[in-house]
């Protein structure tokens, strides 16, 4: 039995090859060139398929039988077609997608897509749990942000600044600077990362939040704490 088959090897699949560590994996493409990519990269399973994506290849691979899938094709119309026809083949399998269009975010769970990897999905950061390997923010990174200008990163509060003795509920990140909340880390309880919920802390200096967004938005909030902490201490 196959456990997992990686679909696709051009920039999305060559980032989650060089994730996964080993070789043992099946790595399906559907051109030649990506075919000599994967070869010239040590890869020894690899599968060259038609393009249009047919039932009885998918089956002749071992589709039925396989445990785990992952649809990382460049064209998000043909990665959604070809999740829904791993799907329509093997009603057991896992499937994880990515997408970069939140449009079709949707279309791929109607398709029957466990989980969905986006730069705007925060359960990305679990893929881990399916595929049982740790995950860090350099993986995230990787994997997920893959191609865009958006990054995992840490804003760590200062005293006197802008931010501190702020609640949570009341800044808005996402409105000015576009920038999404994913946890916290307070000091003051321990060092682990609180995700988000209903948890409605009051930010201190010291305490950490963990972020996403593009790298010109954390620099210029990073730049404004600085800035906001020199002019309280005037």
């Not at 196959?2 to 559907?30: P, S």
């Not at 000091?187 to 009051?202: A, C, M, P, V, W």
């Amino acid at each position: 039995m196959k456990k997992e088959i990686l679909f696709g090897y051009g920039k999305n699949g060559k980032a989650v090859a060089h994730e996964l560590e080993r070789k043992d994996f099946t790595i399906v493409v559907f051109n030649e060139e990506e075919k000599k990519d994967a070869g010239n990269d040590g890869y020894l399973n690899v599968e060259l398929l038609s393009n249009d994506i047919l039932d009885e290849e998918l089956i002749e691979i071992g589709i039925k039988d396989t445990e785990i899938a992952i649809c990382v094709l460049e064209n998000e119309a043909r990665n959604l077609f070809l999740s829904l026809s791993i799907r329509n083949l093997n009603k057991n399998i896992k499937i994880i997608a990515k997408s970069e269009d939140k449009e079709y975010v949707h279309r791929y769970r109607l398709a029957g897509v466990n989980k969905i990897i986006s730069p705007y999905d925060i359960i990305a950061k679990r893929i881990d749990v399916i595929l049982k390997k740790p995950v860090t923010i350099d993986i995230i990174n990787s994997i997920v942000f893959e191609d865009t200008d958006l990054y995992f990163s840490q804003i760590d509060i200062i005293d006197n600044s802008f931010l501190d003795g702020k609640k949570l509920s009341e800044i808005e990140l996402e409105q000015e600077y576009n920038l999404v909340i994913v946890g916290i880390i307070n000091k003051e309880k321990s060092n682990r990362l609180q995700f988000l919920g209903n948890y409605d802390h009051k930010l201190d200096g010291g305490d950490i939040l963990v972020v996403i967004g593009p790298s010109s938005e954390l620099e210029r909030i990073k730049n404004e704490m600085e800035v906001s902490t020199k002019w309280h201490s005037q």
